[in-house]
């Protein structure tokens, strides 16, 4: 079975610049993540998908990030324009069914540079 | 708000150890807590899932314990080998899943 897919793996770019994140989740899994990691952090949650809506979106900021979940399964995160402060990675996970209960499976994640 | 913390935030043994890294969170109402593994450059791996019912959970070398009342939760890795270096990361789940920090392991052989 695979995995969750993210892509790009790196990405650098100069601040201002627009830039887009895709996850690709485990198939069937219903609930999807967004999570940002800052060096020597855990991952922070941005945004939570139950197919194909936002239930929990509280901690994205909204001035220049953005994300969608067309049809419930692959999703994508962009950030416009970039700060400096944005570098960091940006990881997806997936897990089946809805409520407290179950793994979250997480992608490699995307490392983002902000120059 | 939940607050997760872990300690200590780094550590390094010699091969053949036994260890334990602390976890402690601030609000019990929790759905489960999970321990995973990070290794440099790459996503989280899922180690153990102990539900808020369980006291414990085992998987080969690994155990994780949750004593959901003070608020802690310990990862026993016995018998450490190189192969086990990586960042271990706690996460508790109520509402949404908060991580702490991470312990960096570190065995040398």
């Known amino acids: 079975e695979a995995g969750v897919v993210q892509s790009p793996r790196y990405k650098i770019i100069e601040k201002k610049q627009p830039v887009a994140f895709w996850c690709n989740p485990i198939?069937?899994?219903?609930?999807l993540y967004w999570y940002r990691q800052n060096l020597g952090q855990g991952p922070e949650l941005l945004i939570r998908?139950?197919?194909?809506?936002?239930?929990?979106d509280s901690q994205l900021p909204k001035d220049r990030f953005s994300a969608e979940r067309l049809k419930g399964v692959d999703s994508t995160l962009k950030i416009q324009p970039a700060e400096l402060g944005d570098s960091a990675v940006y990881l997806c996970?997936?897990?089946?069914?809805?409520?407290?209960?179950?793994?979250?499976?997480f992608g490699p994640g995307t490392r983002l540079t902000v120059l | 708000k939940q607050e997760v913390t872990q300690i200590p935030a780094a550590l390094s043994v010699p091969e053949g150890e036994n260890l334990v890294l602390n976890c402690s969170f601030t609000?019990?109402?929790?759905?489960?807590l999970q321990w995973f593994r990070q290794d440099p450059g790459k996503g989280l791996t899922s180690l153990l899932l102990?539900?808020?019912?369980?006291r414990e959970q085992t998987s080969g070398r690994l155990n994780a314990s949750l004593d959901k009342s003070s608020g802690r939760s310990t990862l026993y890795i016995a018998a450490s080998q190189p192969g086990d270096s990586a960042t271990y990361l706690c996460a508790v789940r109520d509402n949404d899943m908060r991580f702490g920090a991470g312990t960096r392991l570190t065995v040398k052989p």
């Open positions: 198939s069937g899994h219903n609930t």
């Open positions: 102990i539900q808020s019912s369980q």
């Open positions: 609000d019990s109402a929790i759905y489960n």
């Open positions: 996970a997936s897990r089946a069914g809805a409520g407290g209960a179950g793994t979250q499976y």
């Open positions: 998908y139950e197919n194909e809506e936002a239930v929990d």
